[in-house]
């Protein structure tokens, strides 16, 4: 029992090395593996959906794209339990962002396989796609393999406080102008609510201007030509802060690296030679980052 035991728990470690740490020959080219597999799936999905454009002459191919899918559903649940077992942490894997995402690319699915009856109601043919649509979630399985995707999101995390206030103040102007030119042009050419009159100020803002709304009046124009110019100053608000804060976490992987023959630091996390002495670095040696 204890040998068998023994087996288990060693093929866990295996397991887990494989999807987890990225750091081994081995994990790196299970990594290779799962974002090929991940791109191909994705790229099954769009041919999918134009394939009676792209191939009017072959009548089977969807029946070929339905079959890849059910391959790509195979490996992807595989994935998903041996991550499942494998996970130190029971509960941390499957409540985690990549865990849900990992989930919701196979159950659409199980779903249709499940209940074969949706698929005849065409009342419910929203839903159909919706499923269908979920599958393109695993575009989102490529982040699990970007390592500086982590530097974006620890920036993010960092930042939200002053992001989420900057836009509170967007929503702020975007309301009050929204509300001056419902006011101003009194319900007509167009702005015939507070929520059109907003829209109208969102696009303003952004300074993408459909055109689908337009002021007729003198004062709804130069009403828009604050707003336009308002949305050009402020547009670069939110940059400068995520820049900010992507600089102080690239300082921090540089600070971490530090020669071990003349104490050099400040390298870049990638670097394999000290820019000082020539020294060849220590590989990083933190703990695999449970995705």
């Known amino acids: 029992m204890s040998q068998d035991y023994r087996c288990f728990a060693s093929a866990?470690?295996?397991?887990?090395?494989?999807?987890?740490?990225?750091?081994?020959?081995?994990?790196?080219?299970?990594?290779?593996?799962?974002?090929?597999?991940?791109?191909?799936?994705?790229?099954?999905?769009?041919?999918e959906s134009s394939a009676s454009d792209l191939f009017p002459n072959s009548p089977k191919i969807l029946l070929q794209l339905g079959l890849m899918e059910v391959v790509f559903t195979a490996v992807f649940t595989?994935?998903?339990?041996l991550r499942l077992i494998s996970s130190p942490r029971k509960t941390r894997y499957p409540?985690?962002?990549?865990?849900?995402?990992?989930?919701?690319t196979v159950l659409p699915m199980y779903i249709i396989w499940l209940m074969p009856s949706l698929t005849l109601s065409a009342n419910l043919m929203v839903l159909i796609r919706l499923l269908r649509v979920l599958r393109v979630l695993r575009v989102l399985k490529l982040l699990r393999y970007m390592s500086d995707a982590g530097i974006l999101w620890r920036s993010l995390m960092r930042a939200r406080r002053k992001l989420g206030i900057f836009f509170g103040f967007v929503a702020i102007i975007l309301c009050l102008f929204g509300g001056l030119m419902f006011a101003v042009e009194g319900?007509?050419?167009?702005?015939?609510?507070?929520g059109t009159s907003v829209y109208?100020?969102?696009?303003t803002l952004t300074t993408v201007g459909y055109g689908d709304i337009t002021p007729h009046t003198a004062l709804g124009r130069m009403l828009a030509s604050v707003l336009i110019l308002l949305g050009y100053s402020i547009i670069a608000v939110p940059t400068g802060i995520l820049t900010a804060y992507m600089s102080q976490e690239l300082e921090k992987g540089?600070?971490?690296?530090?020669?071990?023959?003349c104490l050099h630091s400040r390298h870049e996390i990638d670097a394999k030679f000290c820019a000082h002495c020539g020294a060849v670095l220590e590989a990083d040696t933190s703990q695999p980052v449970e995705k």
Not at 21 to 43: A, C, K, N, Q, Y
Not at 78 to 81: A, C, K, S, T
Not at 95 to 100: A, K, N, P, T, V
């Open 12 to 47: 866990r470690r295996r397991c887990y090395a494989l999807l987890f740490d990225h750091r081994t020959r081995s994990g790196r080219r299970m990594e290779t593996f799962w974002i090929v597999i991940s791109m191909l799936s994705v790229l099954s999905l769009f041919i």
């Open 78 to 81: 595989v994935e998903y339990l």
């Open 95 to 104: 409540l985690s962002f990549f865990g849900i995402v990992d989930l919701c």
């Open 187 to 194: 319900g007509n050419d167009g702005f015939s609510s507070l």
């Open 200 to 203: 109208w100020a969102v696009v």
């Open 254 to 261: 540089r600070a971490a690296r530090s020669c071990q023959i």
